[in-house]
């Protein structure tokens, strides 16, 4: 299935539990992966070689959520690493559901 090829996702919060399992679903579908986690780089750097080893693209990304100029170096390195941003509507604010 590659609902989502070409397309690029990034997971908050994706080092373990329903995080992990969302980035894993999106990679199934396709799309490159973004694992964001704040305080576990080890368990975001597993999740991303669970997903590589399943044929998937990902990288992980230390990176505060809640912090403006860490959201700027998580979409930087997604440009570096994915060749585009996460896309967002103009006028809709990023919301974070924890």
Same mark, same amino acid.
């Given at each position: 299935?590659?609902a989502r090829?070409?397309q690029v996702?990034? #997971? ?6 329903i995080?992990?399992?969302?980035a ?6 396709g799309?490159? #992966? ?6 576990s780089?080890?368990g ?11 044929g998937?693209k990902a990288i ?8 403006m100029?860490?959201v700027?170096?998580m979409?930087?390195?997604t440009v570096?690493a994915?060749?585009?941003r996460?896309?967002?509507p ?6 974070i559901h924890?």
């Amino acid at each position: 299935m590659n609902a989502r090829a070409g397309q690029v996702a990034s #997971v908050t919060g994706a080092s373990k539990g329903i995080g992990a399992g969302i980035a894993k679903g999106l990679a199934e579908a396709g799309a490159a #992966v973004v694992v964001n986690d704040a305080s576990s780089r080890e368990g975001a750097d597993r999740v991303v070689a669970e997903i590589e080893h399943t044929g998937g693209k990902a990288i992980a990304v230390q990176a505060d959520s809640s912090n403006m100029a860490d959201v700027e170096q998580m979409f930087d390195q997604t440009v570096s690493a994915c060749g585009r941003r996460v896309r967002r509507p103009k006028g809709v604010p990023v919301e974070i559901h924890r």
